[in-house]
């Protein structure tokens, strides 16, 4: 199984970027995904989930922020952030869970990305 996760970069607090996570080896359709993230010093955080049939659920400092969506068809994941703020800063982190449901804990993903750095400026 691989997850690779692309988009990160530098943006200005107020500005949006939209990552990108690319699966293979896995019956993706069937995988709930989820993106994680790891600021400096702290312990990875759930941001944002996805079941198969696009069903979401939110870190509740994201919301009506941060978009995550799913085309089954071409096994990608995606997570649109529009009003960044400095404390998005983090490495994020796509992950797939062995089945279907959602969650919100690091311990029930089986498969992780690389993770790509997302840098917000004030």
């Known amino acids: 199984v691989q997850l690779q996760a692309f988009g990160g970069g530098l943006v200005q607090a107020g500005g949006s970027l939209r990552l990108s996570c690319a699966a293979s080896?896995?019956?993706?359709?069937?995988?709930?995904m989820g993106w994680f993230r790891q600021a400096p010093g702290k312990e990875r955080e759930f941001v944002a989930a996805i079941t198969w049939s696009s069903d979401t659920y939110y870190l509740d400092s994201v919301k009506g922020r941060f978009t995550i969506s799913r085309d089954n068809a071409k096994k990608t994941v995606g997570l649109q952030m529009n009003s960044l703020k400095p404390e998005d800063t983090a490495v994020y982190y796509c992950?797939?869970?062995?089945?279907?449901?959602?969650?919100?804990?690091?311990?029930?993903?089986?498969?992780w990305g690389q993770g790509t750095l997302v840098t917000v400026s004030s």
């Open positions: 080896g896995l019956t993706f359709s069937t995988k709930a």
């Open positions: 992950a797939a869970r062995s089945g279907a449901q959602l969650s919100q804990d690091v311990r029930g993903y089986a498969y």
